[in-house]
């Protein structure tokens, strides 16, 4: 019998029953070694008991009352954002595209409300992701996923990724804000040069325009820091964060300066689910693991080593891997074959890694890695390009014959 969900993905023939931290056992009870993280989603690992606990302790007390009501578990969890970060104000969402699409909607409404509103332009970046709604794939830019859905939402204009003369040459008399992935997720792990992002930040304070900055795949110490941007140097006046926000619950935010943030008042914006009692429960939990003592060191640490192993991996195997590239624990293999047949040999050695543009498999831990687990990460990932090698040296010999 055919699937009732719509198939808008291509999903591998492969489904699991429980995690426990990096691992994942499928329904048929085979074991995974997990280096997506559902998407850099399950930062603390599967079934994280201190998680597992938060969320069962407000389940039993209280889902759900909409924001017509004060929220503390919320309230909390945006102050202790606000305490970390530059930010003074925060709004929660459901997801990734969410938070993007209110921090877009933020930035216009700043601009009008400072009397300008034909700075209703967006720079944004070739390759970028920024989510699937009509105003992110607008953003993104790609054109696969803007294909048959109408008009493209207006006032977004695409420069190529660190290219510094093309970003000054985009500032107008309509622009008003820039939007920038610091490090491009789903494009392939592409950094933004840190001249590039100081660049922006010059441009914006000289111009009147704010810096988006979409840390959704790079936030709550994916990089090794909390944020990107900390890692940057370069402070943005709004940032939509998600993934690993809720650790697997879905929760997004953006965040803003109390300047940027001016023009959202009573009524310019809502949600019915955001910031829900659940969620933020969730979400306080997540926060104070990854602000607990050591946890961004070890991230540090461990990303170090497993860029370093896989260095050494691209040495041994320098006809599959072309290039190691990446921060912290959000690194990715570019490849010379299709990164397709990567992600599928890599899942028959029982590891599990992400696809991303630009032909690059993305590394994305949990953030709670071992040492042991990145060993063992790095063998099924020299079995895999074993195979592979193994699947071209065939394809060789047949091309001989
Ligand atoms: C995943 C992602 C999004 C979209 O998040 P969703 O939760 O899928 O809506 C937006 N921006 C970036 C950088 C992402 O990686």
């Known amino acids: 019998m055919g699937s009732s ?79 970390v970060t530059f930010a003074d104000l925060v709004f929660f969402t459901n997801s990734g595209a969410e938070a993007v699409e209110g921090a877009l909607k933020t930035a216009r409404k700043f601009q009008s409300a400072s009397g300008h509103p034909e700075k209703f332009e967006i720079i944004t970046c070739e390759g ?31 420069i190529p990724l660190n290219d510094i003369e093309a970003l000054k040459a985009a500032v107008g008399p309509h622009t008003g804000a820039i939007l920038v992935e610091p490090i491009q997720g789903e494009g392939g792990i592409r950094m933004a040069t840190r001249e590039f992002l100081e660049t922006m930040r010059q441009l914006c304070d000289e111009h009147g325009l704010l810096l988006i900055f979409d840390e959704v795949q790079t936030g709550v110490g994916r990089v090794g820091t909390l944020f990107s941007y900390e890692h940057y140097g370069v402070v943005p006046d709004i940032m939509a964060i998600a993934k690993g926000l809720g650790g697997g619950f879905p929760l997004g935010a953006f965040l803003t300066t109390r300047d940027a943030g001016k023009g959202m008042q009573v009524g310019t914006h809502g949600t019915t689910y955001g910031g829900n009692p659940l969620a933020t429960t969730v979400g306080m939990a997540v926060l104070d693991i990854v602000l607990g003592p050591g946890f961004l060191d070890h991230v540090k640490a461990m990303g170090l080593l497993l860029k370093q192993r896989l260095a050494e991996l691209q040495d041994a195997h320098p006809d599959v891997i072309a290039d190691v590239r990446g921060l912290g624990l959000m690194l990715g293999l570019a490849l010379h074959g299709p990164v397709a047949n990567f992600v599928a040999a890599a899942r028959q050695e029982k590891i599990l890694v992400i696809p991303a543009a630009d032909n690059v498999a993305r590394l994305l831990p949990p953030l709670i890695i071992t040492e042991d687990e990145i060993a063992e990460a790095i063998r099924r990932l020299d079995a895999t390009c074993l195979r592979l090698e193994a699947e071209m040296g065939l394809a060789q010999k047949r091309a001989a014959l």
Do not use: C, M
Request: hydrophobic share 45%; proline share 5%; glycine share 10%.
């Open 128 to 158: 970028a992701f920024h989510g699937r709604t009509l105003a992110t794939i607008a953003a993104g830019g790609n054109p696969k996923y803007l294909e048959g859905f109408g008009p493209k939402l207006e006032g977004f204009v695409q």
């Open 5 to 83: 969900l719509l198939p808008t993905y291509a999903r591998a023939d492969l489904a699991f029953e429980r995690g426990e931290g990096a691992w994942l056992i499928s329904t048929k009870g085979e074991r995974f070694l997990d280096f997506g993280a559902g998407i850099a989603v399950a930062s603390l690992g599967h079934a994280n008991p201190a998680l597992v606990e938060a969320l069962t302790r407000q389940a039993q007390k209280l889902w759900h009352t909409s924001n017509l009501f004060e929220i503390p578990e919320a309230e909390r969890l945006a102050k202790r954002l606000t305490e």
